[in-house]
């Protein structure tokens, strides 16, 4: 029982070990099938940890492997924990995650450093897993921490590339300032409960409730902090874009289907918290609501076929984490599951794409959408398992996109009207990008040689695919309107009443989504819109994402470098160093002095002894 | 005279005796095959370390008329003397080869000035401690001008020479003077009719004494001002008899040292501990603690030769040992002592090594650039050794320097804490130098012609892993070394 509950983080640990010792000297093949196996193995003991949870009725299953902190009253083990909710959570890391090892494999064939990317991606899922199992804060933390190290790892993989290295290098640094709040959260929890074990922390809540509403709201919004990095929203959002630089599958597994949601999925877990405290709620539903649509718009004027994706997902994000700020999380985590699905279907096509636009060699970047074209034909598989995933992302019926977002917009309905406008707009804007995309990429005539000279990707790659398009079409099925499966199943974690359907707000939405792809076939069926359209103010400010970066360039940066320059001039060199080099001056000039003494004759050495025994005698006889 | 009598001094009876038998058997030894000897007064140190170590207990005994006394700090002292002095007969066998120094009255001498040493660790009489000191300095006279007729080597010689017996004139007299005042050169009796006798406190010719007495002590110990003989000294002789000196002269001459003081305590009658520092002499002793960290450090720093820099080191180090005599605490003396023999030696293996080569023996700075990397094991003992000499955990220096300090600062002595830690940093710099040197630098001659010259010599080696295991080991595990110093209890060192 110990060793099973354990095991899903130590088969990916062992596939990491034995291709990091072992690696170089196998064959590429091997390597990925072993990393591969390790995530399926890891999958496997999940749904045996599932099956076990089910037939005991969400009785949590617990172990304490050691104890890690003991220091005065603070007092942490490695503790893990498999509830309904970290349950789900393991499934859909240790599923998805084994579908993306597989098709990796394809992808990533022939790169020079082939195993080294297996043992990251091995590594991030163990990671993930220890941060969804945690059953204490710091626990959960070290999960955190070492998901973003494998973030920052893969995407700076490539990274001759000193852009790459620079990406890397900027989502480390963001996420650092979130991390920053997560651990000042977590010593306020400490503080005021002195302990970091959910169940005592959570159990304390419910008993002094009110009189905690104060440091709730405290805690609850220095976690958040924390969650706007990991799950790249305003103002920490801006890594997740640069994030595209890493290998595709990486896109896929980390910055869209699961690390990014580690910050829906802490509010979950600490939801019993954050109900305590009703402003930070407002406030994480309306920036969850804000990002959905600055990321939203953003997403209508990219070029590149991966940055459209990832606006699109930090624009859900944005989604999951309003829900989550409305005390909607059965919601958040629905949407989390379908996206899970239906994203890295999206990027693992994207992938696909990708991969076929550079085998055929030409000249033009092989992301740009405005090279390609007409690859409906070129590409049939791709294509259709793309329009499934684009579908579900526009969310129509009855994909399972459809079903998470609407749960999503009918409790801001019926909370939040300001924020149920703005992520309303954002889901026009959704089905407009996903239109667009589709139409730009798949449709009309090929618009370079290397659109002309695509081929459909080999069966390792476009099974995965089938298997997330399968889900994608399927997966709405898992909770159904009004109180489905996935409702009952976190019920015992969440306590959350299921809302019934709402058909009039439902075929709204269909109608705008429907009207939406319409637009986007109208408008960009002639490519040339595409070209334009970046070039107008209107195109340069959506492209650049609110220009939020340069913003931050020109304050918070320029801000930070003046402070280093005038740390490192003024304080370390012209104080610290100039103090340092002062003394050693000082002494190597008080060394040469004191080696004239040492004259060498020894008549001198008698002389200086006699003086010294004069002055021993001296004060032993008289001045003592 | 008892059996009992020869128990307490086993040690010293067996070296003396292995001493002057092997000068004999010397005799039987072909030329050639001088290195037998060598293996020989191995074994016999080996044998007089063992009978210490199956003797330490936590009982003091006393012998040949209170002359003598044995207990834990003796044999500790013992124990580590014997260790230091095998390890160098070691280290000596290539040495002497290369250097063509492979002379058979070579390891007679070391045994008998080790005879010396053991005999003044247990001294519990001013003239026993006279005539230890006498009976460990002239053999090293005639050692440290074994090199000869290399000039350096007889100018190391006839320096430390006249010097010595200069010192030891010192000693001899303000042991009369005592015995003038007092009536008794016993230690124990002293400190008794010290205590049954106030007016003799200020007695100025037994103070007189005392510190003529002390004058000849600190000037084995090489604390300022009584140290200029050391730095040409320890250059000129052969580097193996600079790496005894430097290590087992100074433990036997520390606990000669503390004994004195303990003989002295009842200056102050109302102390009772087993070792403790009169008021009278605390500040003399702290002042002169500080002025040797001080010089030795900084003198360190300038120095161009490694082996010289390494004798301004043991001058330094002299300065801390006797911070910790002014703070009143043996047993961090000793342990100080211990951590400190070791890593000097660790550090004197790779000066052995070096000098065991072809050619001239070159210790200047440049010399040793490249050889971390040229010979990695070298390279790593000399970093542990330096390491270990700053005073950096996990190496048994970081141990020996926060017993040390701890209990400065626990006597009330916390400047002379602040000046240790201070000149402590300070050596950081000369320390690091060598490994800088050593890792960094390119070496000047090209170096396709040096690794055959540093071929491995097993003796070299096993010295080199036990010094540099001790240095790691002491540091680890500091609990077993004072289980054997203290002998379980707390002892008297005079009583």
Request: charge should be neutral; proline fraction near 4%.
């Amino acid at each position: 029982m110990t060793l099973l509950i354990v095991s899903p983080i130590l088969f990916p640990l062992l596939g990491m070990l034995i291709n990091a010792l072992f690696g170089q000297r196998m064959r590429e093949r091997v390597v990925g099938w072993v990393a591969s196996f390790a995530v399926i193995a890891a999958f496997a003991a999940s749904v045996v940890l599932f099956v076990q949870l089910s037939q005991s009725h969400g009785e949590p299953l617990r172990l304490t492997l050691a104890p890690w902190i003991t220091a005065g009253a603070l007092n942490v083990a490695w503790g893990f924990l498999v509830d309904p909710l970290s349950a789900v959570m393991m499934l859909i890391v240790t599923g998805v995650g084994a579908l993306i090892h597989i098709y990796s494999i394809g992808y990533m064939h022939g790169d020079p450093r082939f195993a080294r990317y297996f043992v990251y991606l091995n590594l991030f899922v163990a990671a993930m897993l220890v941060l969804v199992m945690a059953d204490n804060f710091l626990v959960l933390f070290v999960g955190w921490e070492l998901v973003g190290l494998c973030s920052y790892l893969l995407i700076g993989f490539w990274f001759q590339d000193v852009k790459n290295a620079a990406a890397g290098r900027k989502a480390f640094v963001v996420n650092r300032i979130g991390d920053v709040g997560f651990v000042l959260g977590m010593l306020l929890i400490f503080a005021t409960f002195g302990t970091l074990d959910f169940e005592t922390v959570f159990a304390q809540v419910k008993v002094r409730g009110e009189s905690l509403a104060a440091v709730a709201s405290l805690i609850t919004l220095l976690l958040f902090i924390g969650a706007t990095g990991k799950s790249a929203q305003i103002p920490l959002f801006v890594w997740l874009p640069d994030a595209m630089a890493g290998p595709t599958p990486v896109s896929a597994l980390i910055h869209a289907a699961t690390m990014v949601t580690a910050g829906v999925y802490m509010m979950s877990r600490a939801h019993v918290l954050f109900e305590l405290a009703p402003t930070t709620q407002a406030l994480i539903a309306l920036v969850g609501a804000i990002t959905a649509l600055v990321a939203g718009s953003s997403a209508l004027r990219q070029v590149d076929i991966k940055k459209v994706l990832a606006y699109s997902t930090v624009s859900q994000l944005g989604f999951m984490v309003a829900a989550a700020g409305l005390g909607a999380y059965v919601a958040a985590l629905f949407h989390l599951l379908t996206h899970a699905f239906f994203k890295a279907l999206l990027f693992l096509g994207a992938g696909s794409v990708i991969h076929a636009m550079h085998a055929a060699h030409g000249d033009v970047d092989p992301q740009d959408m405005r090279a390609m074209g007409g690859l409906a034909k070129r590409m049939p598989f791709t294509f259709l398992t793309f329009v499934i995933g684009g579908l579900a992302l526009a969310g129509l019926p009855p994909l399972a996109g459809f079903f998470s977002k609407d749960e999503v917009l009918l409790a801001a309905f019926a909370d939040n009207p300001l924020v149920f406008v703005l992520l309303g707009i954002t889901a026009a804007f959704t089905a407009l990008y996903v239109g667009r995309q589709i139409v730009l990429v798949f449709l009309g005539e090929p618009r370079s040689a290397n659109a002309a000279h695509a081929h459909e990707s080999p069966a390792i790659m476009t099974m995965p695919l089938a298997v997330l398009a399968l889900l994608t079409l399927a997966g709405g099925a898992i909770n159904l309107p009004g109180g489905g499966w996935l409702h009952h199943w976190l019920e015992p974690v969440l306590h959350e009443a299921a809302k019934p359907l709402n058909v009039g707000l439902a075929l709204v939405f269909t109608l705008i989504a429907l009207g939406a792809l319409a637009l986007a076939w109208v408008w960009y069926r002639d490519a040339q819109r595409a070209r334009l359209e970046v070039e107008s103010a209107l195109g340069r400010f959506l492209l650049s994402a609110w220009h939020i970066d340069a913003v931050y360039h020109a304050t918070v940066l320029r801000a930070f470098y003046t402070l280093s320059t005038i740390c490192s001039q003024l304080i370390d060199i012209g104080l610290i160093d100039a103090a340092v080099n002062a003394v050693g001056r000082s002494a190597r000039a008080a060394a040469d002095q004191l080696r004239a003494a040492q004259s060498g004759f020894v008549r001198n050495y008698g002389l200086l002894m006699f003086l010294g025994v004069i002055v021993l005698v001296v004060y032993f006889v008289v001045v003592r | 005279m008892n059996v009992a009598d020869l128990e307490t001094v086993l040690p010293f009876l067996l070296l003396a005796t292995g001493g002057v038998a092997l000068l004999l058997v010397d005799l039987a030894v072909p030329q050639a095959r001088k290195s037998l000897t060598g293996w020989l007064a191995f074994v016999v140190a080996l044998a007089a370390g063992v009978s210490a170590l199956a003797l330490v207990s936590g009982k003091t005994m006393k012998g040949f008329a209170g002359m003598v006394q044995a207990d834990a700090f003796a044999y500790f002292a013992d124990v580590l003397l014997c260790v230091v002095a095998a390890l160098v007969i070691l280290l000596s066998l290539r040495y002497h080869t290369a250097r063509g120094l492979m002379r058979g009255e070579f390891y007679p001498l070391l045994l008998l000035s080790l005879s010396g040493m053991s005999l003044a660790v247990h001294a519990a009489d001013l003239l026993v401690v006279f005539l230890a000191i006498e009976l460990l300095s002239i053999p090293l006279y005639v050692l440290s001008g074994f090199a000869r007729p290399r000039l350096e080597s007889e100018e190391a010689a006839l320096k430390y020479f006249l010097t010595g017996a200069f010192a030891s004139g010192f000693l001899v007299y303000g042991v009369a003077l005592i015995y003038g005042a007092s009536g008794t050169t016993a230690l124990g009796d002293l400190r008794a009719a010290l205590l049954d006798n106030p007016a003799l406190t200020s007695d100025a010719l037994l103070m007189a004494g005392l510190a003529l007495v002390m004058v000849g002590l600190l000037f084995k110990i090489a604390a300022v001002p009584f140290h200029f003989w050391a730095p040409d000294v320890y250059e000129g002789a052969p580097t193996t008899v600079t790496a005894f000196m430097a290590t087992a002269t100074k433990a036997a001459a520390f606990l000669a040292l503390m004994r004195v003081v303990a003989g002295f305590a009842a200056l102050s009658p109302s102390l009772a501990q087993p070792f403790e520092v009169a008021d009278a002499l605390r500040p003399m002793l702290a002042l002169i603690a500080a002025i040797t960290m001080i010089v030795g450090n900084v003198t360190a720093l300038a120095q161009q030769n490694v082996k010289r820099m390494l004798a301004y080191s043991s001058i330094a180090h002299a300065g801390y040992a006797l911070a910790g005599v002014a703070s009143g605490d043996a047993t961090a003396v000793l342990f100080y002592l211990a951590a400190y023999a070791f890593a000097t030696l660790a550090a004197f293996v790779v000066l052995i090594a070096v000098g065991s080569t072809e050619g001239n023996e070159d210790h200047r700075y440049e010399a040793y650039a490249g050889l971390g990397r040229r010979a990695p094991l070298l390279g790593v003992i000399m970093a542990l050794a330096m390491f270990s000499l700053i005073g950096i955990p996990p190496t048994a220096g970081f141990v020996g320097k926060y017993f040390l300090f701890r209990a400065v600062v626990a006597s009330d002595l916390t400047w002379l804490a602040v000046i240790g830690v201070l000149t402590s940093a300070l050596s950081a710099a000369f320390y690091l130098r060598v490994l800088m040197v050593l890792f960094m630098r390119e070496p000047e001659t090209a170096p396709e012609a040096e690794p055959a010259a540093l071929a491995a010599d097993a003796p070299r080696m096993v010295a080199a892993y036990v010094s540099a295991a001790a240095v790691l080991l002491i540091g680890v595990f500091p609990s077993a070394v004072l289980a054997l110093l203290t002998g379980g209890e707390l002892v008297a060192l005079v009583r």
